[in-house]
């Protein structure tokens, strides 16, 4: 079984749409969690950490459900610009330096 | 305040030859990783560093590829004799020490190696 599994997409949504992406993992002792965003053929940026108490950050609202294993990333009012591959990112137990990362889901924003 | 660098952008070898690959960490940054991105596939870690010392290699294969961060200078990923199946982004990313309290890695522009 993949550490970390998302669902590969593509999400072809409206500009303005709301838009959420779940991310499943399988250490339940994972102790953190990330969003990155890629875009084609460039390094992955840090979107945000994906904090137990759930934390919002602008247009986007990230949650962690430990009980289910599984982390999400809500996009509100989507801009062309938000077009990007969404990367979840997890560690594994306590080992807060060994990043696994999902494959990635593709978000298309059409005008 | 620069960011990760990598260099070269982009590498060509043939079958055989050796490919270097080098990155410096951001200023203050001193934990270095190294990671492989096959087409349309995620990231996959290969190896965590520190200032002359290895910490873990459990991602790298156990033929022909060594990484290295030398007291002085960048961190370099080498592949000897290099195969098709090489060809691949390879990504750096850097993070601040431990006790900063966070654990966040910021990753370089990559070398994207390709292989004839």
Known sequence: RKEVEQDPGPFNVPEGATVAFNCTYSNSASQSFFWYRQDCRKEPKLLMSVYSSGNEDGRFTAQLNRASQYISLLIRDSKLSDSATYLCVVTPGDNFNKFYFGSGTKLNVKP | ?116
Not at chain 2, 12 to 26: F, I, K, N, Y
């Open chain 2, 1 to 116: 305040n620069a960011g990760v660098m990598q260099n070269p952008r982009h590498l060509v070898r043939r079958r055989g030859q050796e490919a270097r690959l080098r990155c410096s960490p951001m200023k203050g940054h001193s934990h270095v990783y190294w990671y492989r991105q096959l087409p349309e596939e995620g990231l996959k870690f290969m190896v965590y560093l520190q200032k002359e010392n290895i910490i873990d290699e459990s991602g790298m294969p156990k033929e022909r590829f060594s990484a290295e961060f030398p007291k002085e200078g960048p961190s370099i990923l080498r592949i000897q004799q290099v195969v098709r199946g090489d060809s691949a982004a390879y990504f750096c990313a850097s993070s601040p020490p431990e006790g900063g309290g966070s654990y966040e890695q910021y990753f370089g522009p990559g070398t994207r190696l390709t292989v004839t």
